[in-house]
């Protein structure tokens, strides 16, 4: 983590971003991929946990230097999850149960889809299948496997189907799987991304675009 102390208008305003891919979550990247036209300022925010509007009351624009390069150098790091070979073994979810109380679940990462629910396989197949439509649709049919990259909305999605049943316990339901999204998207983005794309199998689905 960086943290830096910054003079605003009305007094001082102290800023924390991460400095490793391994300090952000999943949803907070995907956040700034949501936003096509993201400044510093708003990558900054959501890095942060600090509303933009507070930041934007900093007196010196050029306080931001120091985030503003970390920021550029995570931006770089993250190219580089979606070919890596690291897949963790297991991932543990902070859960609440029916009385609230947090509870930790451990879940171990299987590298073999064939042991998933069908529900949650049909899920994952028909997300990824429409990534590689609007992949081809935007960039055309040649070499499609080699550059289509799925994007984290759809990776989070598939991460929610394949571990639902597994760190809930609960059957297989496509609704209360969509839901844990918001579980998925606490994971650290070091994790998340390399089995998702693990998960997806883009070989195996390919066969199932589209028209």
């Known amino acids: 983590m960086i943290q830096k102390t910054l003079k605003t208008t ?4 102290s800023v924390k971003i991460p400095t490793e891919l391994n300090e952000i979550t999943l949803g907070q990247i995907m956040a700034m991929q949501q936003k096509p036209d993201l400044n ?5 925010s959501i890095l ?10 900093v007196k010196n624009i050029v306080d931001f230097q120091v985030f503003t390069e970390t920021v550029l150098a995570l931006s770089h790091q993250i190219k580089h999850l979606y070919n890596s070979e690291v897949i963790p073994k297991e991932v543990v979810f902070i859960l609440h149960d ?11 990462v299987s590298r073999d889809l064939s042991v998933e629910p069908a529900g949650a396989f ?17 960039h055309g049919e040649e070499d499609w496997q080699e550059r289509f990259n799925p994007s984290l909305s759809a990776c989070c999605q ?23 999204c918001n579980e998925i998207k606490k ?11 693990l998960q997806q199998d883009v070989n195996k689905l390919k066969e199932n675009k589209k028209p």
């Open 40 to 44: 510093d300022i708003e990558a900054i």
């Open 98 to 108: 029916a009385q609230e109380k947090q509870v930790q679940k451990s879940v171990k």
């Open 158 to 180: 598939v991460l929610a189907h394949y571990f639902f049943c597994r760190a809930t316990g609960q059957k297989y339901n496509e609704y209360l799987a969509e839901e844990f």
């Open 122 to 138: 049909m899920a994952a197949r028909d997300i990824i299948a429409e990534e590689i439509n609007n992949h081809i649709k935007q």
């Open 48 to 57: 942060s946990g600090i509303a933009v509007d507070e930041l934007y009351n």
């Open 10 to 13: 009305t007094g001082k305003l």
């Open 187 to 197: 994971m650290r983005v070091t994790e998340a991304l390399p089995i998702a794309i």
